[in-house]
């Protein structure tokens, strides 16, 4: 079968049945459309385990690193599992290959003094700096991905409950509360800055450019790294760095690992784990600095 139209079926079929992401759909379709671009024309369902083992070698040799590959051959199995039930193939060729082993890494943990230096960069007397100071505000106060926040929409928002119903990865929706300090930079932000912003126009979205656009997530990406900058950071700051701050101070206050997973829209606790450790190592911190005999 051809190998764009054998692509396209599996995309279809993963997304009506799983209703995924268009992000990992997305991530799906490039890694098979490389794979079938490797095999030179050859068909895809006339392959073993020794093709999928050279293609993961090439794909090494590129410069792809361990977690983006475990990513590729989680596409390829997903792909060649959907090929087995459809009775396209009769052997997995992925069955008998090891996914590579991934060493746990921690995401950049803000302190919160460093929290502080962020969300006072913004020069709230201007308004791109007041939906700056807006976006960061809310961004600590929900720990949302920052997908979610540049693509946050005003009737997501319940002003009067202090919500916001989210819509994350897979479909599902959650709802996180916002908190009274970012509630009120939300309120000032929408009678005023947004507004200017606008300048009669329309738009959906919350947090507009001076064009009337949606923000970007690249953009929002370079505003946090030149508050960051103006901060005096210098730390390694990711697109989810104030998320990772959220879920981690959470946990430092004592909260319920459970609770952060559901305000984090995790669908695995495992996931979520991987604060405690950062929570963890500030514990020590505070226990060797304060404690008589630390």
């Given at each position: 079968m051809e190998a764009e139209k054998l692509i396209n079926q599996f995309l279809d079929a993963v997304w009506v049945e799983q209703g995924l992401s268009k992000n990992t759909l997305s991530a799906y379709a490039s890694d098979l459309h490389i794979f079938a671009s490797w095999l030179a024309g050859s068909d895809m369902l006339d392959v073993d385990n020794t093709h999928i083992s050279r293609f993961m070698a090439y794909r090494h040799g590129e410069g792809v690193g361990k977690r983006s590959l475990a990513r590729v051959l989680s596409s390829l199995r997903r792909f060649y599992g959907y090929c087995m039930r459809e009775n396209f193939i009769?052997?997995?060729?992925?069955?008998?290959?090891?996914?590579?082993?991934?060493?746990?890494?921690?995401?950049?943990?803000?302190?919160?003094?460093?929290?502080?230096?962020?969300?006072?960069?913004?020069?709230?007397?201007?308004?791109?700096?007041?939906?700056?100071?807006?976006?960061?505000?809310?961004?600590?106060?929900?720990?949302?991905?920052?997908?979610?926040?540049?693509?946050?929409?005003?009737e997501q928002v319940n002003f009067r409950q202090g919500w916001v119903r989210i819509t994350g990865k897979g479909d599902k929706e959650r709802l996180v509360p916002i908190g009274e300090e970012a509630m009120s930079w939300l309120e000032n932000y929408i009678n005023d800055s947004r507004s200017a912003l606008l300048n009669g126009r329309q738009s959906d979205y919350l947090f507009v450019t001076n064009r009337a656009d949606a923000m970007t997530r690249q953009a929002f990406w370079h505003i946090i790294k030149r508050y960051a900058k103006k901060a005096g950071i210098k730390k390694a700051l990711s697109p989810h760095t104030l998320r990772h701050a959220f879920a981690t101070h959470l946990l430092n206050y004592g909260a319920d690992l459970r609770v952060v997973q559901l305000l984090l829209g995790h669908s695995n606790l495992s996931t979520t784990q991987i604060y405690t450790h950062i929570a963890r190592e500030r514990l020590k911190e505070l226990h060797a600095k304060y404690h008589p005999r630390g």
């Amino acid at each position: 079968m051809e190998a764009e139209k054998l692509i396209n079926q599996f995309l279809d079929a993963v997304w009506v049945e799983q209703g995924l992401s268009k992000n990992t759909l997305s991530a799906y379709a490039s890694d098979l459309h490389i794979f079938a671009s490797w095999l030179a024309g050859s068909d895809m369902l006339d392959v073993d385990n020794t093709h999928i083992s050279r293609f993961m070698a090439y794909r090494h040799g590129e410069g792809v690193g361990k977690r983006s590959l475990a990513r590729v051959l989680s596409s390829l199995r997903r792909f060649y599992g959907y090929c087995m039930r459809e009775n396209f193939i009769a052997v997995d060729p992925t069955a008998l290959i090891e996914i590579p082993r991934i060493v746990l890494s921690l995401p950049t943990a803000l302190s919160e003094n460093d929290v502080e230096l962020l969300l006072s960069g913004p020069e709230v007397s201007d308004i791109l700096g007041f939906r700056d100071k807006t976006m960061l505000e809310t961004l600590y106060a929900t720990g949302l991905r920052v997908s979610e926040l540049v693509n946050l929409k005003f009737e997501q928002v319940n002003f009067r409950q202090g919500w916001v119903r989210i819509t994350g990865k897979g479909d599902k929706e959650r709802l996180v509360p916002i908190g009274e300090e970012a509630m009120s930079w939300l309120e000032n932000y929408i009678n005023d800055s947004r507004s200017a912003l606008l300048n009669g126009r329309q738009s959906d979205y919350l947090f507009v450019t001076n064009r009337a656009d949606a923000m970007t997530r690249q953009a929002f990406w370079h505003i946090i790294k030149r508050y960051a900058k103006k901060a005096g950071i210098k730390k390694a700051l990711s697109p989810h760095t104030l998320r990772h701050a959220f879920a981690t101070h959470l946990l430092n206050y004592g909260a319920d690992l459970r609770v952060v997973q559901l305000l984090l829209g995790h669908s695995n606790l495992s996931t979520t784990q991987i604060y405690t450790h950062i929570a963890r190592e500030r514990l020590k911190e505070l226990h060797a600095k304060y404690h008589p005999r630390g």
